[in-house]
């Protein structure tokens, strides 16, 4: 989207939002194969993405503004520093026992 001449941040927001459902999904039912419930980790899923997504964001922002790297650099950093933060929760937080 941002080489059709859409800012990087409705880019970022647009792509993210649009996934939010089919990761969680994937990510039950396929990457950990999970058997717990679905409201609890539902929730615990959409926490992951937001402190995921407001990262990415942060990374966004900072690389276009303060650094001034282009708009394709700077989305494939945030989405690297968002890729290992949506991991490490989904993998420690999210898809673990429903005792929380």
């Not at 394709?72 to 429903?98: G, K, P």
């Amino acid at each position: 989207m941002v080489a059709g001449g859409v800012s990087p941040y409705i880019a970022n927001i647009g792509g993210y939002l649009t996934s939010v459902v089919l990761g969680f999904v994937v990510s039950k039912k396929f990457v950990f194969r999970s058997d717990g419930k679905f409201v609890a980790e539902g929730a615990r899923y959409l926490a992951a993405f937001l402190i995921s997504f407001v990262l990415n964001f942060l990374v966004l922002s900072l690389t276009l503004t303060m650094l001034h790297w282009g708009a394709i650099v700077s989305q494939l950093i945030a989405a690297a520093a968002y890729t290992v933060t949506m991991y490490v929760l989904t993998r420690w937080f999210v898809f673990q026992s429903d005792s929380l």
